[in-house]
């Protein structure tokens, strides 16, 4: 028998059970068994009729997205679907958990199905950049209103069953033991004509009704519909003028097609990716009890921390001035305030979680955290000083963090004098809504103090990612790699907002000249004075930056920067001014302006952010190339659909660009091939 499939037999119905933890993943040996159990559920006399259901917390979440890079395998998920669905007894699937994808597809294959309160089923595949390929098209619209099955395959979002019951996702709730129901039930089948779900086609009665929807959803998906989106509202158009089987190969040619793009690839990655990054080194021990959070600072970023941590149940306690005291509880209450207007959480939540915040002008109040998290203004002495204070007040083991986001984490550590307990979580701003968090592990932190940062970090709903102690870490490292890019592009000729342009055009929301002016030209040069780089040798250094600031032009807090602002506006105005400094730079070193392609900005900029994640995986401040992939996207705005700067330029062939980057080092090391590239391409361009 399967191991990953196993068949008892109880009262006469088969129990086919999926064991293939953690989430019941629908790999090849899984399919194989189910094809197994139900050629073994046709043959044999004994058994009238089956039950599907999933081992333990889930019934089956999809097909196996690891086995999607490899060429597909038999049988393939349609022919389990098929085999489920023309079996001559009846077969009932008994879901609890996430029926998702594939999983759901099986289920719709069935002859019924059943679901405890609280499952959830859904046909996410639109969030990998594929859609359903096992019928998903086909029999949704069989079972359920075209408007429901084409918000469900196109949301991507999963449905509460029992909430949505009388939409038809599933036949029946089950309040007490599953397996218990579902043989009955399925008993209740048995001697009766079965109508498998292809066969139907009730929900086709209205035909001019189901196309008005086919069509609305075709004018609201657009022009500019990727691809996965216009193949599923053409396979659901389809599905009741094809016949059914022609309607399956059909979906199947699409989802096949699907599977190669660059777009899935990459979105796959990401998926695999996040789950690796965010768990903690297999070797660290139990994480520490954390159920109070003390953190200093009441501004935007410890009110956004404060939020996250209030969510996820922890009772939070501010520390503030005592003239800012209110001015935090209103800037908390405000976040709150909003959510609330705007029907994501109700007043009573917003009373729940608020009554667990406290604030507190005295540094004493932090006696009974179990961490404790700064995030005051990233000033070295302020920090070391209130570390001093911390530590005189934090109980034994109260794990210490800072939000720093370039500080020397080894030195505050030091500060603090309990460097075991220290750890710097590194949250981006708005802080309640940006997932992206680097723990930034540093020289004697504590394996425990590790444990318990990750646990926390994914307490409260972020992707901790580990870095070592290093400027700027992982994601600001990458940044800065970008934006000397950009500003060597600049320089060479192309405008703010040429580069802007292509970088948008490439999937950033804004480009780096429109971010640079939204968050303050002066903070990047503070930087820049500091780490000294006008003056660091065999690097080229552009002044535009430095000339902007000279010329009081901060971006959009003195109404210009790179850009012009109206008087209350946001929107970046082309300014003479401005192309009047960078002509003026650009002359002072001789340069001549050359035209420069959106594609060329596109490929310089990529093949900076993935040599700088190379050299981050050189020093090993990164463990991996997705945990670079995972930051950028959540914390830095890199389109999830490139799949991050490596997995991008590993898709786009720039890791065979080798011999450009190694051309232009010979001029400027910031340019200087990481190993982790060399060895990239030496294996096969793969990092
Ligand atoms: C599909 O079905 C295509 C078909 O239409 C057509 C085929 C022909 N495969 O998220 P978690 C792993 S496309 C492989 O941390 P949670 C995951 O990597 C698929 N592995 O747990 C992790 O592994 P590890 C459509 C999978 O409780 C572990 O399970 N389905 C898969 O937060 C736990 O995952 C989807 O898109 C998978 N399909 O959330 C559903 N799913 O422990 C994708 C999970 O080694 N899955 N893993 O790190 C999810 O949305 C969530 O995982 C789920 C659980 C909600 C199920």
């Given at each position: 028998?399967?191991?990953?499939?196993?068949?008892?037999?109880?009262?006469?119905?088969?129990?086919?059970?999926?064991?293939?933890?953690?989430?019941?993943?629908?790999?090849?040996?899984?399919?194989?068994?189910?094809?197994?159990?139900?050629?073994?559920?046709?043959?044999?006399?004994?058994?009238?009729?089956?039950?599907?259901?999933?081992?333990?917390?889930?019934?089956?979440?999809?097909?196996?997205?690891?086995?999607?890079?490899?060429?597909?395998?038999?049988?393939?998920?349609?022919?389990?679907?098929?085999?489920?669905?023309?079996?001559?007894?009846?077969?009932?699937?008994?879901?609890?958990?996430?029926?998702?994808?594939?999983?759901?597809?099986?289920?719709?294959?069935?002859?019924?199905?059943?679901?405890?309160?609280?499952?959830?089923?859904?046909?996410?595949?639109?969030?990998?950049?594929?859609?359903?390929?096992?019928?998903?098209?086909?029999?949704?619209?069989?079972?359920?209103?075209?408007?429901?099955?084409?918000?469900?395959?196109?949301?991507?979002?999963?449905?509460?069953?029992?909430?949505?019951?009388?939409?038809?996702?599933?036949?029946?709730?089950?309040?007490?033991?599953?397996?218990?129901?579902?043989?009955?039930?399925?008993?209740?089948?048995?001697?009766?004509?079965?109508?498998?779900?292809?066969?139907?086609?009730?929900?086709?009665?209205?035909?001019?009704?189901?196309?008005?929807?086919?069509?609305?959803?075709?004018?609201?998906?657009?022009?500019?519909?990727?691809?996965?989106?216009?193949?599923?509202?053409?396979?659901?158009?389809?599905?009741?003028?094809?016949?059914?089987?022609?309607?399956?190969?059909?979906?199947?040619?699409?989802?096949?097609?699907?599977?190669?793009?660059?777009?899935?690839?990459?979105?796959?990655?990401?998926?695999?990716?996040?789950?690796?990054?965010?768990?903690?080194?297999?070797?660290?021990?139990?994480?520490?009890?954390?159920?109070?959070?003390?953190?200093?600072?009441?501004?935007?970023?410890?009110?956004?921390?404060?939020?996250?941590?209030?969510?996820?149940?922890?009772?939070?306690?501010?520390?503030?001035?005592?003239?800012?005291?209110?001015?935090?509880?209103?800037?908390?209450?405000?976040?709150?305030?909003?959510?609330?207007?705007?029907?994501?959480?109700?007043?009573?939540?917003?009373?729940?979680?608020?009554?667990?915040?406290?604030?507190?002008?005295?540094?004493?109040?932090?006696?009974?955290?179990?961490?404790?998290?700064?995030?005051?203004?990233?000033?070295?002495?302020?920090?070391?000083?209130?570390?001093?204070?911390?530590?005189?007040?934090?109980?034994?083991?109260?794990?210490?963090?800072?939000?720093?986001?370039?500080?020397?984490?080894?030195?505050?550590?030091?500060?603090?004098?309990?460097?075991?307990?220290?750890?710097?979580?590194?949250?981006?701003?708005?802080?309640?809504?940006?997932?992206?968090?680097?723990?930034?592990?540093?020289?004697?932190?504590?394996?425990?103090?590790?444990?318990?940062?990750?646990?926390?970090?994914?307490?409260?709903?972020?992707?901790?990612?580990?870095?070592?102690?290093?400027?700027?870490?992982?994601?600001?490292?990458?940044?800065?790699?970008?934006?000397?890019?950009?500003?060597?592009?600049?320089?060479?000729?192309?405008?703010?907002?040429?580069?802007?342009?292509?970088?948008?055009?490439?999937?950033?929301?804004?480009?780096?000249?429109?971010?640079?002016?939204?968050?303050?030209?002066?903070?990047?040069?503070?930087?820049?004075?500091?780490?000294?780089?006008?003056?660091?040798?065999?690097?080229?250094?552009?002044?535009?930056?430095?000339?902007?600031?000279?010329?009081?032009?901060?971006?959009?807090?003195?109404?210009?920067?790179?850009?012009?602002?109206?008087?209350?506006?946001?929107?970046?105005?082309?300014d003479p001014e401005a192309t009047a400094i960078i002509d003026r730079e650009r002359a002072a070193k001789g340069v001549t302006p050359r035209e420069i392609s959106s594609e060329e900005i596109q490929r310089t900029c990529l093949i900076a952010m993935m040599n700088e994640g190379g050299k981050l995986l050189d020093e090993s401040v990164a463990e991996r190339a997705g945990d670079i992939d995972i930051l950028m996207i959540l914390g830095l705005g890199f389109p999830r659909e490139k799949g991050g700067?490596?997995?991008?330029?590993?898709?786009?062939?720039?890791?065979?660009?080798?011999?450009?980057?190694?051309?232009?080092?010979?001029?400027?090391?910031?340019?200087?091939?990481?190993?982790?590239?060399?060895?990239?391409?030496?294996?096969?361009?793969?990092?």
């Amino acid at each position: 028998m399967s191991e990953v499939v196993k068949v008892s037999a109880r009262d006469g119905v088969a129990v086919v059970e999926v064991c293939n933890p953690p989430v019941n993943a629908l790999s090849q040996a899984v399919r194989q068994g189910l094809v197994d159990a139900m050629a073994r559920v046709a043959s044999d006399d004994g058994i009238q009729a089956a039950i599907l259901i999933g081992a333990g917390r889930t019934f089956p979440a999809g097909a196996d997205i690891r086995e999607f890079d490899a060429p597909a395998q038999e049988p393939h998920l349609p022919d389990v679907c098929n085999a489920i669905e023309n079996c001559p007894k009846p077969v009932v699937a008994c879901l609890h958990g996430t029926a998702l994808g594939g999983g759901y597809e099986i289920a719709l294959a069935a002859h019924a199905r059943l679901a405890t309160p609280g499952t959830r089923v859904g046909l996410p595949e639109i969030g990998l950049g594929v859609m359903p390929g096992a019928g998903g098209t086909q029999r949704l619209p069989r079972l359920v209103a075209v408007e429901d099955a084409l918000s469900m395959i196109l949301s991507g979002a999963p449905v509460d069953a029992a909430k949505t019951r009388e939409k038809g996702y599933v036949d029946g709730i089950v309040e007490g033991d599953l397996a218990s129901a579902g043989i009955t039930f399925a008993k209740s089948l048995v001697g009766k004509p079965l109508k498998p779900v292809g066969a139907r086609r009730e929900r086709f009665s209205d035909g001019f009704g189901y196309q008005a929807a086919v069509d609305a959803a075709r004018r609201e998906a657009g022009e500019d519909a990727s691809r996965a989106r216009r193949a599923i509202i053409d396979c659901i158009e389809a599905a009741p003028l094809l016949p059914f089987d022609q309607g399956l190969a059909l979906e199947r040619d699409h989802f096949l097609e699907l599977r190669e793009t660059v777009e899935a690839k990459a979105l796959r990655h990401v998926f695999l990716a996040t789950r690796l990054a965010v768990k903690p080194r297999p070797d660290l021990p139990e994480p520490a009890n954390v159920s109070q959070v003390a953190i200093f600072g009441g501004g935007l970023m410890g009110s956004g921390i404060t939020v996250s941590c209030l969510d996820a149940g922890f009772s939070v306690i501010v520390i503030e001035q005592p003239e800012a005291l209110e001015r935090t509880r209103a800037r908390v209450g405000g976040i709150y305030d909003r959510a609330v207007e705007r029907g994501r959480l109700s007043p009573q939540m917003r009373d729940e979680r608020l009554s667990r915040l406290s604030v507190d002008a005295e540094k004493s109040a932090i006696a009974s955290a179990d961490l404790i998290l700064e995030a005051v203004p990233d000033d070295r002495d302020l920090k070391a000083q209130l570390f001093r204070d911390i530590a005189a007040h934090a109980k034994p083991g109260a794990i210490l963090a800072t939000n720093t986001s370039y500080l020397d984490v080894d030195d505050l550590a030091e500060t603090s004098g309990r460097p075991q307990d220290f750890v710097g979580l590194h949250f981006f701003s708005p802080a309640h809504v940006q997932q992206a968090m680097e723990v930034v592990v540093g020289r004697e932190t504590s394996a425990l103090t590790e444990a318990t940062a990750f646990a926390f970090g994914n307490a409260i709903k972020k992707k901790p990612v580990r870095s070592e102690n290093a400027e700027g870490f992982i994601g600001n490292r990458v940044l800065t790699a970008y934006r000397r890019a950009a500003d060597y592009l600049l320089e060479d000729g192309a405008s703010p907002s040429e580069i802007d342009a292509a970088m948008r055009a490439f999937g950033f929301k804004m480009g780096p000249y429109q971010v640079l002016d939204m968050a303050g030209l002066d903070i990047s040069w503070a930087r820049r004075k500091r780490l000294g780089e006008a003056t660091a040798e065999g690097t080229r250094y552009v002044r535009i930056g430095d000339a902007m600031c000279e010329a009081g032009r901060f971006g959009q807090k003195t109404a210009k920067g790179y850009y012009r602002y109206e008087e209350g506006s946001r929107t970046p105005l082309t300014d003479p001014e401005a192309t009047a400094i960078i002509d003026r730079e650009r002359a002072a070193k001789g340069v001549t302006p050359r035209e420069i392609s959106s594609e060329e900005i596109q490929r310089t900029c990529l093949i900076a952010m993935m040599n700088e994640g190379g050299k981050l995986l050189d020093e090993s401040v990164a463990e991996r190339a997705g945990d670079i992939d995972i930051l950028m996207i959540l914390g830095l705005g890199f389109p999830r659909e490139k799949g991050g700067p490596m997995k991008a330029a590993e898709l786009a062939g720039l890791l065979g660009q080798l011999r450009d980057l190694e051309t232009w080092s010979k001029e400027d090391v910031f340019w200087t091939p990481s190993k982790a590239l060399k060895n990239a391409v030496k294996n096969g361009s793969q990092f």
